[in-house]
Each structure stands twice: as structure tokens, then as C-alpha cells.
């Protein structure tokens, strides 16, 4: 059989088609060999006035590695209550890390405090015993997961007690976007971490230490957002008339569920686990396990919601009355009203 003769037009699209395949092929290794490198030690969240809930978009890198300390530090649960938490990185809860579906994820974890700690990501399908293993003060543990599945997602210590080890402050979020995104595009997005503390005073020192009965009794001192009481009430959440807003709300208890509610709105769009296939319509109030997550999305539309203040609660008031509360302002109303709630 003599060979195929190329018309000048056929050589041509031949010569397209091996031109774009060598190109999407280079730039597939280019793309599969971005690296994006994060220090938990160098990239501290902003704590002051109040955690940073801001949430900024995922970089196109694919393979991601995260350098993650254990330590202990100084943190204030509620406004001048001091406490010695133990931090993925300084902070409570720890930066949050975001990253994209199929994703390369390397983790490295150095344990910088005087115990025993470890580390369980919720987002990841991997042996715990391989990765999730105690680890001595000194020593470093690393592995690495592709991010399969989307949503938000808890990272927490599971060292036993696990519960002494999340109530001192050892959680984080990790958010997996979907390949194809969201299904929407939001203005702005942020991330809430609910989480308890069970702290007593000492009465002849004044300082606030670990209260292991009152854990047990579910007896919380504290039940925060971001992990200080109240801190959004007095620094609330800005956002702009018309914005499209996405939460990112991830309950790291350790005992507690999380019934999220904004006062004044209502969800258009709740993703259960943070799954975009199981979307949910018009929700007033979702519930978050501890140990869950959850992506809730509002507009504040100008001709509905509109300008003004919209606290956002916990509808378990006795929890919220302990601190899980902030409000969402929108626009530049002119008055700061006490809220009711």
C-alpha cells in the first residue's frame, strides 16, 4: 500500500495538530511542575483587631507543599483572656490552606513544642497510621495526598485525648476547589472555624488553664468563631452591596454541632461537606457536625437584603451567648445599632 499523500491543506492541519499537542503537552509538564510553597511559621495570619476571615483565590499551582510547626503560644479566646494554646503555626485556627482539585499536596509537619502531637486531615484518602501517627517534640513528619475529593475540609491533632488536644487550639481548614469551580462566582469569600474552649481562672494568679472536667461535663468557657468570643461583633465581617458572598465554615468543636445562620438572609446555595453535586436551595439554618464542614453562599442584593448589619450565629444561642456571634456589615450604613442578638 503506497503511503498517504498530504494535499498542501492537509500537510498544514497536520501541522496544527502536532503543533497544539506538543503545546498542550509542554504546557501540561510546565503546569504539573508548578510549585507552590507555603512556611505556617513565616505566613502567619493577622490576629488584631480580629482573625483575618478573608479568603483569597487558589493559585494555579498543582503540586503544593505546606510547612506546618506544632508549637505553643501565648492566644487570647476572648477579649482579655489569655490562654497558652497549641498552634499548627502560631495561630488559632491555623492558616487556612486552599488548594484545587487534583492537586499534588505535600505536607511537612516539625513539632517545635514540649509533647507529643500529630496530624489528621480530614481531606485526604491515606493510610492514618502512615500519616497521622504521634510524633515526639524534635522530629518531623511528612507525606504527601492528591486531593480527590472538593469542600471544606477540618485538620486537626489526633493524639490522644483528642479532645484536650482540639480544645487547646489545634485545628485549621483546608478547602479543595472544585475542577470545574463552584457553580457561581463570589465577591468575596471567608472562612469560620467554630471551635470550644473549657478554660478556668485561677483565682490567687488569674490565669487561665485547661479545665479537663468541664470538657468532659461539655461545659464550654468559650464558643468562638475563629477563636476568640465575640471578636466579629466588634470587627465585623465587610462586604459590599450586591456582593455574593461565600462562607467557608468548618466546626472543629470538639463536642459541639455548628447551626449556621445569618440574621436577615437567607442561603441561596448550601454545599453539605462542601460538595458541589449536593447542592441545597434557599436554606435559613444548616447544621455542622463537629468534626464537618460545610459552604454556604448569600447575596445581598440591593433590592432584598440590602445595606445594613446581619449578625451571623450559631442558632444554639446558648452556644452563641458564649461567643459564637459576629455580624456581616454591608455597604456603609450609618448607625452601628446594638444588635439583639
Request: with cysteine; proline share 7%.
Amino acid at each position: 500500500m503506497s503511503p498517504t499523500r498530504l494535499t498542501p491543506f492537509g500537510a498544514l492541519s497536520a501541522a496544527v495538530v502536532v503543533a497544539a499537542s506538543a503545546a498542550a503537552l509542554l504546557g501540561a509538564v510546565r503546569r504539573h511542575d508548578t510549585v507552590a510553597r507555603v512556611d505556617f511559621g513565616i505566613m502567619r495570619v493577622a490576629t488584631s483587631p480580629a482573625y483575618d476571615a478573608r479568603l483569597a483565590p487558589a493559585t494555579d499551582a498543582t503540586i503544593r507543599e505546606f510547612i506546618i510547626p506544632v508549637t505553643h503560644n501565648a492566644i487570647e479566646i476572648a477579649s482579655g483572656v489569655k490562654y497558652e494554646g497549641w498552634t499548627f503555626g502560631g495561630t488559632v485556627p491555623g492558616p487556612t490552606i486552599r488548594v484545587r482539585e487534583g492537586d499534588l499536596v505535600r505536607i511537612k509537619v516539625v513539632n517545635r513544642s514540649p509533647m507529643p502531637h500529630s496530624i489528621d486531615f480530614h481531606s485526604a484518602r491515606i493510610p492514618g497510621n502512615v500519616a497521622y501517627r504521634t510524633f515526639m517534640p524534635g522530629d518531623t513528619i511528612s507525606f504527601e495526598f492528591t486531593a480527590k475529593d472538593p469542600g471544606v475540609y477540618l485538620v486537626h491533632c489526633g493524639t490522644p485525648p483528642v479532645t484536650m488536644h482540639i480544645m487547646q487550639g489545634m485545628y485549621f481548614a483546608i478547602v479543595v476547589d472544585p475542577h470545574l469551580g463552584w457553580g457561581t462566582k463570589a465577591d468575596k469569600e471567608f472562612v469560620i472555624v467554630q471551635s470550644e474552649f473549657y478554660a478556668r481562672e485561677d483565682s490567687v494568679t488569674h490565669k487561665h488553664t485547661p479545665d479537663w472536667n468541664a470538657a468532659m461535663s461539655k461545659n464550654a468557657s468559650q464558643v468562638t468563631f475563629n477563636g476568640r468570643a465575640f471578636q466579629y461583633k466588634d470587627n465585623p465581617l465587610q462586604v459590599d452591596v450586591g456582593d455574593r458572598v461565600r462562607f467557608f465554615v468548618v466546626n472543629a468543636g470538639p463536642t459541639f454541632r455548628s447551626d449556621f445562620h445569618i440574621v436577615g438572609a437567607i442561603f441561596d446555595r448550601v454545599y453539605p461537606d462542601g460538595t458541589p453535586r449536593n447542592v441545597l436551595e434557599r436554606v435559613q439554618t444548616y447544621s455542622v457536625p463537629a468534626g464537618g464542614g460545610a459552604v454556604f453562599e448569600t447575596v445581598f442584593a440591593k433590592d432584598a437584603s440590602s445595606e445594613g448589619l446581619y449578625p451571623f450565629v450559631t442558632h444554639s444561642f446558648a452556644d452563641a451567648e458564649k461567643g459564637a456571634v459576629g455580624i456581616i456589615r454591608v455597604g456603609t450604613p450609618k448607625t452601628f445599632a446594638t444588635m439583639d442578638h
